[in-house]
């Protein structure tokens, strides 16, 4: 994945820091909590919302499991319409490829269609070094890379900014921007309009992902709302699309369930305002299609991790996340923030660093993210796994083991008891080391002097047979109806 | 029918009072509640912190220590999830059919009413495992509507997590410190006088934290203010 987070510390220190800032907490609630309203009124109209889960889920996995086999159909698709194919193993490979593409088109600039694949792969980045200029068109990923920023959000990329922060960036950064220009979003939208139009008409090359490919007829798809993707799409004569393997589908009826999926669980819509579609090259234009690994293939090979492939980017997990909406996008360092990026961005990456090794944990598991995801990947599933694959602390071993070994017996776990039970006057308000982290904020709770088992056997009630209390008699029979 | 009680190993230690709450209850329900002795942990804290081996070998205590039990009740909705949601992941097999203690009752019993009485201004919540883990539903709030003298108060924002997470909460302080501030927030609004829940950890977390800002709000488990009845109230 990119090298732009590189170095970042684990999560639980960016986290800290972010939850202190309650301006970002402001936005962030307040744009997560609309979306994910809008979100819940839309899927909620739909009487067969789950079976339309269902399905999507099916068919992403039979793809997946057939993934070899369609990839070939749709290279060999996309070939008979004109375009040409290109596999990347890696980033790096892929970034070769594209910036090879674009220096024999003779062009140094591009316009962008927003695309998580090329954000994950630091595209524009290497493409700068190759002095080329990358224009993003997304409204939202157009400010972020005028702030010379990360983005913090799948959809909104943007989203931890506010609309005077993105005044004040495009009076700095933005080329024509009016002196007069006031925080209306019209304005501000008024603005990127006029400065991406320029972008638009000049450009000879765009670059885009898909939000799916289709094997059957070796066509892409881009779903959007601005429809700057769509100018990009059309006018320059080259097109050159990055889409990573798991984007595919088997056939055009597919698109019935994931064009339902897709718009409710991202913006709230119904449907988008744009879906754009393209098979192959136009005449008198060029398409090139790479598809992009990077990690993936490795992802497909985890029984328990592979079904984050699943994922088509719709963002709903991060909308009801509690941990992103007061940890933000950028805690998780990654292109991917947020439930999924919490159990994608380990997986392509691997847990070698401490920030990578940290975002299993952040998580609380509650499952909002399980619940609202449109193709049912059991985030708090993969976590749990991921947390098991990841190295521990010694401390925590050490004290992993000795739980492990008290509630292998229970009589341990009963002297256990009686021991804390006599211990109980003697434990501080304050507890020292990593389990300080409970008591900065929270009161422990008084120590029972006798737990429930030693209770049990005091008054007599013999194990696992009859206790030797009678029972309390039966309730009147009228009120045990429901 | 044979029921047994899985008092949970936070419940034994830490809160014996639910334990006995419990038992009363199904006592005074008619069910002779057994509980066997060897029982421990059923493992969530150590697969959820990523010890999947430990965990195995306390699932495979869990089983047969309750097998030959019709039902195995658990004041506990996350323990309870654990062992019926996550259970299967670990090949675990012939898993004892347990119930959350307000499934047991609703569905097994069918009582809303289990007589009980407690007048205090109550506010619930519904923890993220009971409610999604579990998927309990309403069963908790309509037992609660029908303790005579209980006002039951909605609480905002209820679904969303209190943040406790087990390791979570030591992990991730800042973020859990956060959620829990936001879910005491919305408590407090309710003007009630006790927050309710299904699980003692999630209160643990919740009510030490309302214990150390002095709120004067007081936290429960379902199972306490069931087994309250006339005699039994202050
Ligand atoms: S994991 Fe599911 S909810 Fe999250 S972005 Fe992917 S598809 Fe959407």
Redesign the interface.
Known sequence: MSGTFVGMPA??KN??KA?QNSQL?FNLRKATHTIRGKRAAVVGELDDWAELREAGKAIKDHTLRNLDRYLLQMEEKVTEAGGTVHWARDAAEANRIVARLVKETGETEVVKVKSMATMEIGLNEALAEEGIEAFETDLAELIVQLGDDFPSHILVPAIHRNRAEIRELFLKKMAGAPKDLTDEPRALAEAARLYLRQRFLEAKVAISGANFMIAETGTLVVLESEGNGRMCLTLPKTLISVVGIEKLLPAWQDLEVFLQLLPRSSTGERMNPYTSMWTGATEGQEFHLVLLDNGRTSVLADKVGRQALRCIRCSACLNVC??YE??GGHSYGSVYPGPIGAILTPQLRGMDTPLDR?L?????????C??VCPVAIDIP?VL?D?????R?PRT?KAG??A??W?????KR?AKA?RF?GRMRRLVPKRLPG??S??T??????D??A????D???REG?A?????AVP?????PQE???? | MRVALFITCVNDTLFPGTGKAAVGLLRRLGVDVEFPLAQTCCGQMHLNTGYRDEAVKLANRFTETFAGYDAVVAPSGSCAAMVREQYPHLDIEDIPKVYDLSEFLVDVLKVTDVGAYFPHKVTYHPTCHSLRGLKVGDRPTDLLKMVRGLELVPLPGAEECCGFGGTFAVKNRDVSAAMCADKIGNVMKTGAEVLCAADNSCLLHIGGTLRRQKSGVRVLHLAEILASTEESAE
């Open positions: 999560f639980p986290a800290a939850v907490r509690p941990v007061r940890a940290s299993p944990y952040a998580s609380s598991l509650c499952g909002a399980y619940e599933s749990v991921l947390r098991g694959k990841a521990h925590e992993m083991a739980a492990g008290v509630f292998n017996r229970s776990l008891q804390g990593p389990l982290g409970w900065d904020t929270r009161d422990l709770p120590i029972p006798e737990s429930f088992r209770w049990w056997v009630g194990d696992g047979r009859r206790p029972p309390v008699g039966n309730l009120s045990r109806k429901k």
